[in-house]
């Protein structure tokens, strides 16, 4: 009986092993250890963000983080994907430095036009900027920038353990938020920024091994990423600007305090959306590389649902403790977070069918699947405010995702692939 035990664990650590050297399953491992431990650390920056400051101050730290999540969202410029597509066959300085100086020129650039129109957008946060505190905020998109150029440096480098290594620097924000507690909701943004100044500094370190830093721009990649990238970019912006407006519109309509409860429940709920994520990000990788999609597709999708799974049960059931955590207050998000973990099934369709349309070079129909995600979700969220409060969001992503995979599955009959 124990000799067979000690068989039985022998075989299973020999196989853990045998994945873990596979690239597909060693990528996928670290990006999704990654995504995790930035959603956990999320967590707890949260809880003790909402044990430490008023309702109000984490509702305005919230909306200008949203603010600046949109802001990197729109200086990709398509750069992160054609670092996923070109690193690996193409000079890998040139194609860094020119990402870089790029999506930090454009991150600062949009910064300074959102401090500029503030007043016009977001009149209760520009009624509590200065100049230290615009200067923090242009530290924070650039230095945010800078580091997303790093991640996609070095998933493309098949090297994701640099990125959780990113992240765990990125925990050096939960000290601080003690620390810089006196400044109100300004000591919130302001322990990111610093955390994201530490992790530049360790990424910097790694890269320099890898790549010569001398930040000047190679035209013919710039041609290059805007001739095969630009429409991923477009698609990115529909795809983010779909969800990182949300905070926004429900300070806007709802308030503060409702916008820090949406966001907690959104960073609970955002654990399980972040497998299909990590997992499609390494079918990507390893679709450019030149490896099978049936067989990774169906890799991903196994590994994806027998996680989500038993993550949903553990969230459904331990989710009432887990929200008052943060607060009696915060239990209002309940219903919303066990609506984005529901959605997290059918977003895994859509999550895993994307990468297959980019190493297909078909991006006009990413574009497509993108302006449904934007129009329903944000539509679907205004419409159902009045009615569900914050909750409305989790009713339209799941009314979303299971709209866009019947448009996938019509799809995919059209063109054979089932």
Known sequence: ???????????????L????????????????????????????????????????????????????????????????????RYFHHYDKSKAFNTSMVVMVSTALVLGLLYVATAPYISPDIAGLLDWQ????????????????????????????????????????????????AALGFFGIFS???????????????????????DLRVDPEFIKTSFRTSSRNYVASILYNAAYLSVPLIISAQLGEAQAAIYY??????????????????????????????????TRAAL??????????????????????????????GLELMKLIVLASFPYTIYSLFIPVLNIRMNVNTIILLNAIIFVVLLG?????????GSSAFGYALIATFIIVDIVILMLARRWKWI
Do not use: C
């Open 1 to 15: 009986m124990i000799g067979s035990m000690s068989t039985t664990v022998k075989h299973y650590f020999g196989g």
């Open 17 to 84: 092993k045998r994945s873990l050297k596979d690239p597909f399953f060693k990528n996928s491992f670290f990006i999704m250890a990654n995504k995790g431990l930035g959603v956990a650390a999320g967590f707890f920056f949260w809880a003790i963000a909402a044990r430490l400051y008023s309702v109000n101050d984490v509702g305005n730290a919230v909306v200008l983080i949203s603010a600046a999540s949109l802001i990197l969202a729109f200086s990709s410029m398509g750069f992160d994907i054609s670092l996923l």
């Open 133 to 180: 505190y615009i200067l923090i905020f242009l530290v924070f998109v650039g230095t945010g920038a800078a580091g997303a150029v790093a991640t996609q440096t070095f998933i493309a480098m098949r090297d994701a353990k640099y990125t959780f290594i990113q992240n765990l620097l990125y925990l050096t924000r939960l000290p601080l938020l003690f620390l810089l």
């Open 191 to 213: 322990a990111n920024v610093l955390s994201y100044i530490v992790a530049f500094i360790f990424v910097a370190w790694i890269l320099q091994k890898v790549v010569r830093f």
């Open 264 to 297: 907690i429940a959104y960073t609970l709920g955002n654990f399980l959306l972040q497998i299909p994520i990590s997992l499609s990000t390494s079918f990507f990788v390893e679709g450019v590389y030149g490896e099978s999609l049936k067989k990774n597709f």
């Open 303 to 332: 590994t994806v649902y027998s996680i989500l799974i038993p993550g949903a049960i553990f969230l459904f059931l331990f989710g009432p403790a887990i929200m008052g955590f943060f607060g009696p207050r915060y239990l209002e």
């Open 380 to 388: 679907g969220t205004l419409l159902l405010i009045p009615t569900y």
